[in-house]
């Protein structure tokens, strides 16, 4: 086959791509039959058990008579309820994502001594390496940040003196070096496609020792580097809650899959980034706020609690919005009654939104919390209950912090690193076994034919 032109090229592309779609699937009954778990989760959600873990833990179920429960949703970090910890830092108004840093890594609270020589310390591994941003950011930008982050992920490796060392004191020390870095590489990565791609100012702010990663973050986003306390604090709220989700989520259990083959900290990292990347994953809040900017075109009286519903109806028979038949921001693979997550984050986006001028939008998302679950459980055939995700309320509160979309699903990197560099030393720690699930084969035996038989 001799193709020279790309036209022609393209053309073969297609047509090896309808050899591939006339294939088909796989028949729906044989994952009955053979007793497959898709997406490694049952009927009910709860997901088959595949490893242990001291980290975090997600409550949504009890026994009760030897049947299984749906109950309110609790999430602990090292063994202590998310709930407390908010309420710990909040009540003393104080940033909380390096002492959750710091609590997932370690497994203790610090104390007031050990917060802060350990901000000290990732004050101190915020810097890049020297040129890193005109050699690696500020080349080929990228219109995707998560593919921005990803590569400048790996390219971190280049720059290490000891990359493959996978010694808990070196893995510790790089995973430092990510989580501090994060923000940087995010934002930066933003201001190069901001520049190249759509003609705006170039603005590269140094990070600021004193500030907490929420203020960088700002700090780092904004021309004029001003936020307030109100807004830098509901960052940081966001950080905390996305930090960790126990072991099972889809990039985590990325991290644990591909740290468990022995490979470096970088490859670990890029992978989870890319399975973070995945719209059913890390980008579902982006989907929220669009949502809500189409009811908001749509819908007329956002009072008017019919014509919300009707609204609601309309997404669920793919009449509306983007036509897939979900509404955004409802329902978890694990929570079913509440995500404690959406709780916390609902309970102080009202402040917000009084700052920010906001209310009529808040009442909205209020009237669509409350009715999305009714109209869901009239529409579909349910396993277990419906409740607002993480999703729901995350988005607005960007949206609010005038977070640019395409930092949306970074942001969720900023904090899940936490997490992914916890599980990633856990692994290491206490498995010496690569994981290597089974998938079955159901493919019907054939004979070998010689080419000129075929």
Aim: hydrophobic content about 40%; aromatic content about 8%.
């Amino acid at each position: 086959m001799n193709v020279t032109t790309k036209s022609g090229q393209n053309q073969k592309i297609l047509e090896l791509a309808a050899l591939c779609q006339q294939r088909g699937g796989i028949e729906p009954e044989l994952y009955k039959k053979y007793d497959v778990k898709r997406g490694l989760r049952d009927i009910n959600g709860k997901g088959v058990l595949a490893g242990l873990t001291e980290i975090s833990d997600i409550h949504a179920y009890e026994e009760i008579n030897g049947e299984v429960v749906p109950c309110e949703g609790v999430l602990s970090y090292q063994g202590i309820n998310i709930e407390d910890i908010v309420k710990g830092f909040m009540q003393e108004d104080r940033f909380g994502f390096e002492e959750v840093v710091y609590l997932l890594l370690f497994g203790a609270l610090p104390t007031q001594a050990q917060l802060e020589d350990f901000s000290a310390v990732l004050a101190g591994c915020r810097k890049l390496p020297a040129s890193f941003v005109r050699d690696v950011i500020m080349k080929a930008p990228s219109s995707d940040m998560m593919n921005a982050l990803a590569r400048s992920v790996l390219t971190l490796y280049s720059y290490d003196d000891t990359p493959n060392d996978t010694s808990i004191p070196n893995v510790l020390r790089q995973s430092l070096e990510l989580i501090a870095r994060f923000p940087l590489l995010s934002v930066y990565s933003y201001m190069a496609y901001q520049h190249y791609h759509k003609d705006k100012s170039l603005v590269i702010h140094m990070p600021q020792p004193g500030l907490s990663t929420a203020e960088n973050l700002l700090h780092l986003l904004r021309s004029d580097s001003k936020f307030t306390h109100m807004e830098a604090k509901m960052l940081d709220l966001a950080l905390v809650l996305h930090a960790e989700h126990g072991g099972g989520n889809n990039s985590t259990f990325t991290t644990h899959v591909v740290s468990s083959s022995g490979t470096d900290t970088y490859s670990a990292i890029a992978a989870a980034l890319g399975s973070l990347k995945g719209p059913k994953h890390g980008g579902a809040n982006i989907k929220v706020v669009q949502m809500f900017d189409d009811m908001k075109e749509n819908v007329k009286d956002w009072k008017d609690e019919e014509e919300v519903g009707n609204y609601l109806r309309a997404l669920l028979e793919k009449k509306a919005f983007d036509k897939m038949g979900l509404i955004y921001g409802m329902g978890h693979a694990v929570y079913s009654l509440s995500d404690p997550r959406a709780k916390l984050l609902g309970a102080c986006v009202e402040q917000l939104c009084e700052e920010k001028g906001r209310y009529d939008e808040f009442g909205l998302y209020s009237i669509v919390e409350r009715l999305a679950p009714q109209i869901i459980a009239e529409k579909r055939k349910i396993y277990k209950g419906v409740s607002t995700n993480v999703d729901f309320y995350s988005g607005f509160i960007y949206s609010m912090l005038d977070l640019p979309q395409e930092l949306y699903t970074p942001l969720f990197a900023v904090a899940r690193i936490a997490g992914w560099s916890a599980h990633r030393m856990e692994e290491l720690m206490n498995s010496s076994k690569i994981i290597r699930p089974a998938y079955r084969s159901v493919a019907e035996k054939k004979p070998y034919i010689p080419i000129g038989q075929r």
